[in-house]
Structures are given as C-alpha cells and as structure tokens.
C-alpha cells in the first residue's frame, strides 16, 4: 500500500526564501504520496509549484487554528505540519517516519531533532525533555516543538485538533497529552532531523504574556481540579526564578497569568486517572 500524507504548511508570507525552502524539500521527499496545502494565515499564497494548493485565509487566526484549517484540505493516512521557517534536509524523512510509526503504534505522535541548517548550536528548549540528554537520544516525551510533526490521521481526529485559542505557545503541549490520553506515546526521535533556524522566541511581542495564559489554559482544559494548581503552581515558581533579572518581562507573564484565570479557555477535557498514571510511571506527571 503507497504511503499517503496529508502536509500542512502553514506561512504569513513574511519569509518566501524559507518558505520556497521547505516546500522544495518536502517535493523532494521518496517513496511517498503527499497531498500538500501551504495555508496563508492572513496572506495569499502565491507562486507555489504544481502540486501544492494554496488556502488563504482573511486573517491571522493564530498558528493552532491556522494548521487546523489545512487539515480539512488533504487527505493522507498521515498528517505532517511543517512550518514555513523549518525544511526537511533528508528525502527519505517523512518515509523513515512513517516506518518508526508503522512499527510501534503506541506512538501517536513524532517529532524529529531540530538541527539549525548553517550550524548554530540549537537551543536545549527543542529538546522535550527535563533531563535533555543528548539531542540524538530517542525517548517518549509530553511536549513537542511543533515546527515538524507527524502523525496518524485518526489519533489527530481524535485529539480534537490544535488547541485553537491558544493563538501561539504551548498547544505542543496539549496535543501531546491528549495523544498520551488516547493509550499512545509522544516520540521525540533523534535519529530523524528537520532544519529550523536559531530564533528568539521572544521575538513575537506577546510572548511572555502568551506562555503564561495558555499554561493557565493547558491545565484548565485538560487536568483533573486537584492537579490544576500544583502544575500552575510549580510553572509560577519556575518562571519567578528564571525572571527575577527581567521586572518588565516578568510583570508581562503575571499580566498572561491572571487573563488564564479569567477569560475561557475553550473546550475541558480532562485526562483520565490512567493516562496520568501511564505520564507519572514514564517519568513526567503532569504536574509540572
């Protein structure tokens, strides 16, 4: 049976030599069929090669619902998100990928290391991990980098999509704990590379007051009320730490915290008792 994959490409057409990039690798890849949508978040897609289909959307809907609008526009047994700053730098990745899958399918869900294309040392953050270890290290994990991501159509479906409202941050982290609620793992594989380059984070403006809303939402809308304030709990302390040289960028997250607490956060979903026990006995109760 041919292996099909439905690509999702999201872009605001700010960075077309990016853009041209990972598009060119992903019709370079082998031993696939790909039924690819670059999605325009606010911009229409232009000068796409044969093969590729463009969705414009009339405004920025914020990355999760954005990725979530191309997943109505391919079909695949496999669904692959890539963003328009990450490329594919081996033909044979989405093949690979797929094969890892197709041999374990207790994995719902895989991310590959994140290597910078002109050598800059990568951030450890792309690394899933607490105990990063080394980048080539293959292990289940909770969150994902969500620049390139693969996964089985219906374990997708059946997490309910990208979390929508987050608009930007965290909605890895969602996606990867409902794969984990379905009986699945989240794999970070080492042994497979995407290319992304080195950027700050903070680059976007809202990004401080983002990360602490949504970490508010993640546990709002997923975790069970007991587990709710110990995992906010131990990420304030966390970002206290980490933010006590920066007042201006720490009054910014406190700004996102108390807007988590007081705006809806969309669809609850809680985790079972037995996926936080499968979480907790792999190594990351879902607590922090």
């Not at 077309?16 to 897609?45: H, K, M, T, Y």
């Not at 590379?193 to 970490?215: C, G, K, Q, S």
């Not at 995992?231 to 997250?253: E, F, M, N």
Request: glycine share 10%; net charge neutral.
């Amino acid at each position: 049976m041919p292996v099909t994959v439905g690509v999702v490409v999201l872009t605001q057409g700010r960075r077309p030599d990016d853009l041209e990039r990972g598009i060119r690798s992903l019709l370079a890849q082998q031993d696939v069929q790909l039924d690819i949508v670059c999605v325009g978040n606010g911009w229409q897609p232009t000068g796409l090669p044969d093969g590729v289909a463009a969705l414009a959307l009339p405004e920025n809907l914020g990355i999760p619902a954005g990725r979530n609008r191309g997943v109505e526009h391919v079909t695949g047994d496999y669904l692959f998100f890539l963003d328009d700053d990450a490329s594919l730098p081996d033909p044979r990745f989405l093949i690979d990928a797929v094969t890892v899958l197709r041999a374990d399918p207790s994995i719902g869900l895989l991310q590959p290391q994140v290597v910078d294309p002109a050598g800059l040392t990568a951030p450890r953050r792309w690394i899933p991990r607490i105990r990063k270890g080394e980048a080539t290290e293959s292990g289940a994990v909770f969150s994902v980098w969500e620049g390139a991501v693969l996964m089985p159509r219906p374990v997708f479906d059946a997490t309910g999509g990208w979390a929508e409202p987050f608009f930007y941050a965290h909605e890895g982290i969602e996606l990867a704990w409902r794969v984990w609620d379905q009986g699945l793992r989240t794999w970070y594989a080492g042994d497979l590379v995407a290319n992304h380059p080195v950027i700050l984070p903070t680059r976007h403006a809202d990004f401080y007051r983002l990360n602490a809303r949504n970490r508010v939402w993640i546990a709002r809308r997923n975790l069970p009320v007991p587990l709710m304030p110990l995992y906010v709990g131990s990420w304030t302390v966390i970002q206290v730490l980490r933010g006590a040289r920066d007042p201006a960028a720490l009054k910014a997250w406190f700004r996102g915290w108390w807007e988590g607490w007081t705006t809806d956060p969309g669809e609850r979903r809680p985790l079972s008792a037995r996926t936080i026990w499968r979480m907790t006995r792999a190594g990351r109760p879902p607590v922090i």
